[in-house]
């Protein structure tokens, strides 16, 4: 059988963003979005979720200080 | 709660309008503030004074630009590793189970050991399984290793035939719930010129002439041990395995194959987890992995009664992740990678980092706090991360 990694506890929320959302999010940071931290092309969670290299995620974890908190990853190769 | 969270969330948002006061607290504050708000029966007035407060409070705690976050983490994190114990094995809870604890454990962790010493898992049930002691009792020998010697009730070496004789005990199966054919198959996949015959079984020396008898005892002697010690049963990498009760049915096993149990039937694969950080980056992914650095670091800490606040130890997992692989802090990792000659050379292997710089040619940008200790200029840090430049354009 094969199982969703996704839904274990320790896998937060991997979302692929789009082009637009991009340009939105990082527009005003003085970073580079290349910057960000990486995250293996793969990934055995990047394969779930079909994303490419290039491609930046939106990770909503759950944060024992701040209950939710939104992070990024670029994934490479 | 969720319309008073709501009335927070409205409130907030009416005084960043009215008065700019730009306050953008995390989801866990409008918790606590609908849980204030609720408990001590405030009226709006005070509800608003209270955020206007809170608002104070954060600002204040908020990490200015340029602390050193990283040098404040190490300190949080080193001294009370020094009242931690060196004693490395102790019993965790359960009964007859190793699992390295305190420093040495610490270390693990943060040296990112691909072999850990003591791997272990904690199995967990669906729903409809949790209560079915049956079902996790059979599960529990599927994974666990069983040799033939946990099976048998007589043992014997015929020095006559040249024969090993073993009798299995069908109690013992029973009580192992495994399966009599795939015990047979097992056993004649490893010996070939086995002879089953119900519960006998004899396995005779693969030498057949006799002329040199006095090797052949030896062989026989290893033969038995070789008999003794064939698995029947298991997954690879988990050895024992202990099954115990709380709640619910739980299998602590020694070892660890998170890709294997997670694939079976009957397992939770929401809560199943390993002790093993580079395993859960392999099968579960980074994010994962950070997950389980924390939450390991954080369990060992307060094992031993010593609190660390957990955004120290975000910053060392998060640090650790940052790759997308997992990496140790320290000379082949973190440390070891720093782009500064000066920094890797000040930290561990001073000559051989100047000298394959000087080989290579390299170039020391002087960024780092390190490099700027060392040449005796300000750092970068606090109020040195800031500089005076002349605006040129403007007469």
Redesign the interface.
């Known amino acids: 059988?094969?199982?969703?990694?996704q839904?274990?506890?320790?896998?937060?929320k991997?979302e692929i963003m789009t082009e637009e959302e991009i340009s939105d999010e990082f527009s005003d940071v003085d970073y580079d979005f290349k910057d960000l931290?990486?995250?293996?092309s793969n990934?055995?969670?990047?394969k779930a979720i079909g994303a490419e290299p290039g491609n930046v995620l939106r990770?909503t974890?759950e944060?024992?200080?701040?209950?939710?908190?939104v992070t990024y990853?670029i994934v490479?190769d | 709660m969720d319309d008073i969270e709501a009335k927070v969330i409205e409130t907030i948002t009416q005084l960043n309008d009215e008065e700019n006061l730009d306050i953008d607290f995390p989801e866990s504050y409008i918790e606590d503030l609908s849980k204030a708000y609720v408990k001590n029966d405030l009226t709006d007035d005070e509800l608003t004074q209270l955020i206007r407060k809170l608002k104070m409070a954060y600002d204040r705690a908020h990490v200015e630009a340029g602390e050193a976050v990283g040098t404040v983490a190490a300190q949080s994190v080193g001294e009370p590793g020094t009242q931690m114990t060196m004693r490395t094995f102790h019993y965790a809870g359960v009964t007859e189970l190793n699992v390295t604890l305190g420093l040495p454990r610490l270390i693990e962790i943060v040296d990112a050991r691909k072999e850990i010493a003591t791997p272990t898992m904690d199995i967990y049930f669906d729903e409809e399984r949790r209560d079915d002691e049956e079902f996790v009792r059979t599960l529990a020998n599927q994974i666990g290793k069983s040799t033939v010697n946990d099976i048998i009730s007589d043992f014997n070496l015929n020095y006559g035939t040249m024969e090993v004789e073993a009798v299995l005990d069908s109690k013992k199966i029973e009580e192992k719930r495994l399966d009599r054919e795939e015990i047979n198959a097992a056993i004649e996949k490893a010996f070939k010129k086995a002879d089953i015959k119900g519960d006998r079984i004899i396995v005779p020396s693969s030498k057949s002439d006799k002329s040199d008898s006095k090797f052949e005892i030896r062989e026989l002697r290893l033969l038995a041990d070789k008999v003794r010690d064939l698995q029947i049963s298991g997954i690879k990498g988990i050895g024992k395995v202990i099954i115990r009760r709380d709640e619910e049915w739980i299998i602590h096993t020694e070892g660890s194959n998170l890709k294997e149990i997670l694939d079976m039937d009957g397992i939770d694969h929401v809560r199943t987890t390993t002790n093993n950080i580079h395993e859960i980056g392999e099968v579960l992914g980074i994010e994962a992995a950070r997950q389980s650095i924390i939450n390991e670091a954080q369990n060992t800490l307060s094992e031993q009664g010593l609190s660390v606040d957990v955004r120290h130890i975000m910053l060392v997992a998060d640090i650790m992740t940052s790759e997308g692989t997992v990496k140790s802090i320290g000379r082949h990792g973190i440390s070891g990678e720093k782009s500064s000659v000066l920094a890797r050379a000040a930290f561990e292997e001073t000559g051989k980092h100047l000298l394959h710089a000087s080989i290579r040619g390299e170039v020391d940008d002087l960024t780092g706090i390190i490099e700027n200790i060392i040449i005796g200029q300000p750092i970068p840090l606090g109020t040195g991360s800031v500089g005076v430049k002349m605006d040129y354009k403007n007469e």
């Open positions: 059988m094969k199982i969703d990694i839904d274990h506890m320790l896998v937060p991997h931290p990486k995250i293996k990934d055995p969670v990047v990770i974890r944060s024992q200080t701040a209950g939710v908190f990853r490479e």
